[in-house]
């Protein structure tokens, strides 16, 4: 397993984790839903990346870039690190690990 494959499991995972804790403390559907969708999309688009299907990455990078600029957004109408602030830096390394294995490949 490589770290791009690593990234996207963890960025969704993180993403899931955080529409949850948003649901739990604003009583976000919003949150919950969206947390939980794209975070499946990671997880999902990065196991079939693992079972052989080269355009499983593009698509978890695309998703990853996707909620980057999504949380970009938002910390520029909160100026709140958190959770805006904290998911561009983690999807942004995500995202740039995602790039980089799919640019060595």
Known sequence: MNLGIIAAFAYGIFAIVGGIIGYVQARSLVSLLS?????????????????????????????????VVVFALRFAKTRKFMPAGLMIVLGALALVLMVHQLVVK
Not at 38 to 66: D, E, K, N, R
């Open 35 to 67: 947390g939980g969708v794209s975070g499946l999309l990671l997880i999902l688009f990065a196991y079939w990346h693992l079972q052989g299907q080269p355009w499983g990455l593009t698509l978890a990078a695309f998703v990853a870039g996707v909620l």
